[in-house]
C-alpha cells in the first residue's frame, strides 16, 4: 500500500507541475519586469552630442595645466611672477567651474529624457518595472533586456522634438 501511495502522489506532483504555466507564457494580470544597462545609455548619450567631447577635452587640459601651474608656484621665489601666474590660474579655474556647471546640466537634461523614453516604453509595452543590470539585477535574459529600446526611444524623442522637425 506504500508503493501505490508514493506513486499516487509523485503522479498528483508531476500532474501540478505540469499543469504551472511557463514564466514566458504568462498572462496579463503577472508582473512585467525588464532591464536595462544605464551605463550603455548614458554612454551613448554622452557619445552622441558632439559638444560633451570637446568640454571633457577642455576640462582635462585645464585639470592638467591647474595641476602644472601648482607644482610652479612652489618652486617660484618672484612675487611678480607669482600673482600673474595666479591670475591665470584663477581663470582656468573659473572656466573649470563653467564647464562642471555645463556637465552638470548636460547631466540633467539626459536623465530627464532618459527618464521620458522609460516612461514612454513602460506605458506603451505595460512594464511595471525597469531595472538596472548593472546594479539592481545579477542577470537578466537578453529578450528582457530593453537597453537598446531605450536607445531608439531617445533617439525617436529627440528627432520628435528637435527644431527642424517642427
Do not use: W
Not at 145 to 166: A, F, G
Amino acid at each position: 500500500m506504500k508503493k501505490k501511495e508514493i506513486i499516487s502522489i509523485f503522479i498528483s506532483v508531476f500532474l501540478i507541475g505540469c499543469s504551472i504555466v511557463n514564466p514566458r507564457e504568462k498572462d496579463d494580470a503577472a508582473l512585467k519586469i525588464r532591464s536595462i544597462n544605464i551605463s550603455v545609455i548614458i554612454e551613448y548619450m554622452i557619445n552622441s552630442e558632439p559638444v560633451t567631447k570637446a568640454l571633457r577635452d577642455r576640462k582635462n587640459h585645464l585639470l592638467k595645466s591647474i595641476s602644472e601651474i601648482d607644482n610652479k608656484l612652489v618652486d617660484l621665489i618672484d612675487e611678480n611672477k607669482r600673482e600673474s601666474i595666479r591670475v591665470v590660474q584663477e581663470r582656468y579655474r573659473t572656466e573649470l567651474h563653467e564647464i562642471n556647471n555645463k556637465g552638470n546640466d548636460f547631466k540633467s537634461r539626459i536623465l530627464k529624457e532618459i527618464d521620458r523614453a522609460l516612461r514612454k516604453l513602460s506605458n506603451e509595452r505595460n512594464i511595471d518595472f525597469i531595472l538596472n543590470i548593472g546594479e539592481g539585477a545579477v542577470f537578466s535574459a537578453r529578450e528582457y533586456d530593453i537597453t537598446e529600446d531605450v536607445i531608439r526611444e531617445i533617439v525617436r524623442l529627440r528627432k520628435r522634438n528637435s527644431p527642424v522637425s517642427r
